[in-house]
């Protein structure tokens, strides 16, 4: 079971996720504190949420869209999010499972802040309204790389075999 | 070229895209939706280029193998984004670049000067790095903009490029379906390709061709010069695409060969006639009115008059959409002999170094200063806010560039319309936004 921790709408930008004026910081250790930067809820709602097992961030439509900024995928996976959104943006997408942040593409999904959901194979149970909600599954392009672990590792493994 | 004829007698119909990645795959034909790894010709990136070195020496950690990018001749580095640098830690990251950058014999490095430098999606077409039928990666969003010049051209992560430094390849790519734009009419006086775009993506919404490639046909685009074509592929993204495209033609030639000084052979790859396209949309721009797009999405589009009175604190004119010569041309046409309003600011950002000396030689830039304006050195600027122009708390942006999110210009409490250079210098000497039509423009 995981919990709902942080809920956003449509066409949640990189400049929400992870504002310009922080781009100079650039690693993913580094990155986390900038997260969603100019809203301090996001901040305390974690905080509060700190002995959750498993957090989870709702989103709408479009999560991610704009800049190629991969901070926004680093500054997430920094605090183990869980990201469960109705339609993410190319990019960001890519971003995610290159850094191997989760990322669950959920069309029909409803939940709100505190509510416990159970991530099932091709299904989100919302254990909290008894709703069930059907996954998407990732672009068969990608799942090479998900199963590796992330695109530095999967690159790593390809590059040795190359040279063997 | 052999493959590509050998292409033209396939019996399975393509669009540019699957034809240029049937090629850079090494494949006969593809579809989409087929999973492809193609070759990769030209590899951009800006000073995001710091977290791709770090991402790509993490690669080669714990192997027995030595760090080596594919083929430096491939991989393009461009400062833009913030030059000069504004900070200690940027400055540190730039140069950590140039050390990456002479270590590894990287070709085509773009430094922060006058002569040869320039926001990264001008620099490589003003410096026919960018060919027709060629895959071109860059660690920029508006990557898109290069599909200006018949390639595919696409934005990437960090880790993606790094990736592609360490292999020359673009590991799992889906074969994007393409819609295709047809367009027809002619542009009324004061409208142009930013009118268009700011319209279709007003039309299709910001997540309209996710994962699609837009692809730009009709004689308004064959009319259209190849700097018309940059403003539409770039903000292509903006409807969510992975690409846009304008198949190469004559126009395309002559730019590379009178603007880019390329010499040698140049080759188009079109579309077959009756490739399949997931959906087709026909706009006539004759009666089209200037577009704006208002706070906080760039789907957001309404025709000038909805908008029209609305007070401005800053114009911005410039970046990688709307900072070339011909936009330049038109502010300055509008604005000679006049005043920017009081209480509003004027900033104007050349897209390259190139332009810049171009448009001082024309005496753009000395109408531009006369009229109040303050011209600053070519780059990325206020565009992503983490530079200079920042507005202040309740102030409001009206910018020929291509992104108006909440935070967008550095601060979060502010607001970003986005229009045309027409748009944008007549509303400069009336302090609020004004239709270029109207007036003695």
């Known amino acids: ?164 | 070229m052999e493959r590509g004829r050998k292409i033209e007698r396939d019996s399975m119909s393509m669009t540019v895209v699957e034809k240029i990645l049937a090629r850079a795959s090494r494949l006969s034909a593809v579809k989409a939706g087929d999973v492809v790894e193609p070759k990769v010709d030209l590899a951009m990136s800006h000073e995001n280029a710091a977290l791709v070195i770090n991402q790509f020496l993490e690669i080669y950690r714990g192997t027995s193998l030595t760090p080596k990018v594919w083929d430096a001749s491939k991989i393009a580095i461009i400062f833009d984004h913030r030059v000069p640098a504004e900070s200690p830690k940027t400055a540190s990251n730039q140069k950590k670049v140039r050390e990456f950058v002479a270590e590894h014999f990287v070709q085509k490095f773009h430094d922060i000067r006058g002569d040869v430098g320039g926001i990264c999606h001008q620099v490589l077409p003003e410096n026919g790095y960018v060919r027709p039928g060629s895959v071109v990666v860059g660690t920029d969003s508006h990557t898109t903009s290069h599909g200006a010049l018949g390639a595919f051209a696409f934005g990437v992560g960090a880790t993606e490029m790094a990736s592609v430094w360490a292999l020359g390849t673009v590991l799992n790519v889906e074969v994007p379906p393409t819609i295709k734009v047809v367009v027809t009419g002619k542009f009324k006086r004061f409208v142009g390709p930013k009118d268009l775009i700011l319209h279709l993506i007003g039309k299709i919404t910001a997540q309209g061709a996710n994962f699609k490639v837009l692809e730009f046909h009709g004689p308004a685009i064959e009319q259209m010069n190849t700097s018309g074509r940059l403003v539409l592929c770039n903000m292509a993204v903006e409807a969510g695409a992975t690409a846009g495209i304008v198949p190469a033609d004559d126009e395309t030639a002559r730019y590379l060969r009178e603007e880019a000084s390329v010499t040698g052979s140049i080759e188009f790859v079109e579309p077959d006639v009756d490739a399949t396209y997931e959906q087709v949309i026909d706009i006539d721009v004759g009666q089209l009115a200037p577009q704006i797009a208002c706070p906080h999405t760039v789907d957001n589009v309404k025709p000038i008059e909805e908008v029209a009175g609305r007070k401005v604190h800053q114009i911005v004119i410039g970046s990688c959409t709307n900072g070339r010569l011909d936009d330049l041309a038109v502010a300055a046409k509008i604005l000679k002999g006049r005043k920017v309003a009081p209480n509003t600011r004027m900033l104007v950002f050349p897209a390259s170094g190139k332009i810049y000396r171009q448009a001082l030689g024309k005496g753009y830039l000395g109408a531009f200063m006369q009229a109040g304006a303050l011209v600053m050195n070519p780059g990325c600027g206020p565009c992503l806010g983490v530079h200079e122009g920042a507005l202040g708390d309740g102030e409001i942006a009206l910018s020929t560039t291509n992104r108006n999110f909440k935070g967008r210009m550095g601060n979060p409490n502010s607001e970003v319309y986005l229009c045309s250079p027409a748009v944008a210098a007549a509303s400069a000497i009336t302090g609020v936004i004004t239709d270029p039509r109207k007036g003695n423009n």
């Open chain 1, 1 to 164: 079971m995981a919990t709902v921790v942080y809920k956003v709408g449509d066409d949640v930008s990189t400049d929400v996720i992870y504002p310009g004026r922080f781009m100079a910081t650039v690693l993913p250790n580094e990155t986390p504190q900038f997260a969603f930067a100019d809203d301090a809820t996001f901040k305390s709602k974690l905080k509060a949420n700190q002995h959750v097992a498993e957090k989870i961030l709702v989103a709408g439509n479009n999560f991610g869209c704009g800049s190629s900024r991969e901070q926004a995928a680093s500054c997430l996976k920094g605090y183990e999010l869980i990201i469960i959104g109705k339609s993410f943006a190319r990019i960001f997408l890519q971003n995610a499972i290159n850094l191997g942040l989760r990322v669950v593409i959920c069309p029909t999904i409803e939940a709100s802040e505190g509510d416990e959901l159970e991530l099932k194979g091709d299904e989100i149970l919302n254990a909290t309204n008894g709703q069930r909600f059907p996954i998407e599954p990732m672009p068969r392009s990608r799942q090479a790389v998900i199963d590796a672990g992330g695109l530095i590792p999967y690159t790593r493994q390809k590059l040795e075999k190359l040279a063997a």
